[in-house]
């Protein structure tokens, strides 16, 4: 892991924890550079410069993250 990433993950995961989202457009109020891919969620994380794919699953509350990528290694689409 990249250690300048943990401070912006730990405020992701805060602001994740805190809130509930009843639906994307709710989460987008939060994270407004959020994308919807598939059934997964993309957030930029540390100035765009990673990228943490989950899903989410607003009726039960729970987020699952499947990976955090360098902005390079998300681009090459692997994750998909």
């Not at 989202?21 to 765009?48: C, H, P, Q, W």
Request: a positive charge; aromatic letters at 12%.
């Amino acid at each position: 892991m990249h250690a300048d990433a943990e401070a912006p993950l730990q405020a992701w995961r805060k602001l994740v924890e805190k809130a509930s989202y009843r639906n994307f457009a709710e989460l987008r109020a939060t994270f407004a550079s959020a994308d919807k891919i598939g059934d997964r969620m993309v957030f930029n994380i540390g100035g765009n410069k990673y990228r943490l794919i989950a899903v989410v699953l607003f009726s039960v509350q729970q987020v699952f993250v499947k990976a955090v990528l360098t902005h390079a290694d998300y681009d090459k689409g692997e994750w998909k």
